[in-house]
């Protein structure tokens, strides 16, 4: 049977060597330590900076998680963008909360956030299918996604009709297809630091939304 050695894992350990991450260091608002730490991921070349963890449950609790692009984050809340009738928009709906894990491996961080998620206006959805290039528009309509597929070339026979549906046209946002909204309720805030001694920084909110008070405690790697 296939197996993965542990000596060959552990060979592949390595150390973090994060700056120390003090509390007296810390913004009283979360969001503005987290654009603090997005703009260093960028600068520093991480790839995809913007890519996340998106976490969801189904109603039995069952667990699920995949890799999303977050597209906004404000006072509002971050935003991502889906097919509504994916698995995790379905999860999503049904529970309406979620976690976000934003992992930043040259700068040895992580950021953590949990929070209560609900649909973007339909105008935001349609602003921002606009800004999709025209191959993801035509994408969003052929792939009827988390559904099984008989084949690749199904999905593809179905990206040709509707490029032909839309070969005079700009091609609409469909119904099925729109944008999320996480409001944080609690971040967490996870520095590397060496022999495994991280430094963590919880958030967590007293009100969620618009002038919400953050309770700040650290926690033990």
């Given amino acids: 049977m296939s197996r993965i050695d542990p000596d060959e894992l552990q060979r592949l350990r390595s150390e973090y060597i994060g700056e120390p991450f003090r509390r007296h260091d810390l913004p009283e608002d979360p969001l503005v330590l987290f654009r603090r ?3 260093a991921a960028v600068d520093s070349g991480a790839p995809q900076p913007n890519a996340m963890v998106l976490a ?8 699920q ?9 404000d006072r509002d809340g971050f935003s991502f963008f889906t097919n509504y009738t994916s698995s995790k928009a379905r999860q999503l709906d049904a529970c309406g909360i979620a976690c976000l894990l ?22 935001e959805s349609d602003a921002y299918f606009a800004s999709r290039p025209r191959g993801a528009q035509i994408g969003a309509w052929a792939s009827p996604q988390s559904q099984p597929l008989e084949s690749r070339e199904v ?3 179905r990206v040709g ?4 549906r839309f070969a ?9 297809w729109g944008g999320y909204r996480l409001r944080p309720r609690s971040y967490e805030f996870w520095q590397g630091r060496e022999n495994r001694l991280h430094d963590r920084f919880r958030y ?14 650290r926690l033990a790697p």
Avoid at 102 to 123: D, K, N, Y
Avoid at 161 to 164: G, K, Q, V
Wanted: charged content about 30%; hydrophobic content about 45%; overall charge negative.
């Fill in 161 to 164: 009709e509707i490029s032909a």
């Fill in 37 to 39: 730490w997005f703009d």
């Fill in 204 to 217: 967590a909110a007293e009100e969620v939304g618009h002038g919400a008070l953050w309770r700040l405690a």
């Fill in 65 to 73: 998680a995949r890799v999303v692009l977050l597209k906004s984050a």
């Fill in 102 to 123: 934003f992992f930043w491996h040259e700068l040895h961080r992580q950021v953590r956030i949990e929070g209560l998620v609900e649909r973007v206006p339909e105008e």
């Fill in 155 to 157: 999905l593809e026979q």
């Fill in 168 to 176: 005079d046209a700009e091609v609409p946002r469909p119904d099925h």
């Fill in 56 to 63: 969801t449950s189904d109603r039995a609790g069952v667990p």
